[in-house]
């Protein structure tokens, strides 16, 4: 992780520049989440205030600050697209056969939910993303199938 932040310094003008791309090196390494430690660690590191770091992280929805984080995170967008053409279902059936609200993980540890903003596929709308990745042109009969593919 050190090796690839470093790296960083020769694609951005100062280290402030550098706090997502450095959140997305340790959030890769530590298995797409992000603890309050590992915020503080990247504060040290580039040595800017860790409110500076908490800001970029809890700003932008591709830090995953769930904690515990399931091993499957579910990313579903709310965005116009999707929500036009049905994300509040996709949603709503997710809480109900998972048993969780955006923001939580399952007991087991296994799905976490969110919900993001747009994920760039709006043309395949409504969509999720399951780590890394993208399930597109959904219906609750589709979520159900994807869920059961984790099993
Ligand atoms: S609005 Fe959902 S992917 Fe763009």
Redesign the pocket.
Same mark, same amino acid.
């Given at each position: 992780m050190i090796e690839e932040i470093k790296a960083l310094e020769n694609l951005y003008p100062d280290k402030r520049s550098q706090v997502m791309g450095a959140l997305w090196v340790v959030q890769r390494a530590r298995a797409w989440k992000l603890t309050k430690a590992d915020l503080l660690d990247v504060a040290e590191f580039l040595d800017i205030s860790p409110v500076e770091v908490q800001a970029v992280a809890t700003f932008y929805t591709m830090y995953n600050l769930i904690e515990p984080m399931g091993r499957y995170h579910i990313q579903v967008?709310q965005?116009? *697209? &999707?929500t036009l053409l049905g +994300?509040e279902n996709l949603i709503a059936h997710l809480e109900k056969v998972l048993g969780i609200k955006p923001g939580e993980s399952t007991a087991d540890k296994k799905f976490s939910i969110s919900t993001v903003e747009?994920?760039? *596929? &709006?043309g395949t +709308?409504?969509?999720m993303q399951i780590n890394d990745d993208y399930y597109e042109s959904l219906t609750v009969e589709k979520v159900d199938e994807i869920l059961m593919s984790y099993k």
């Open positions: 967008c965005n116009i *697209s &999707c +994300a747009c994920l760039g *596929s &709006c +709308a409504p969509m």
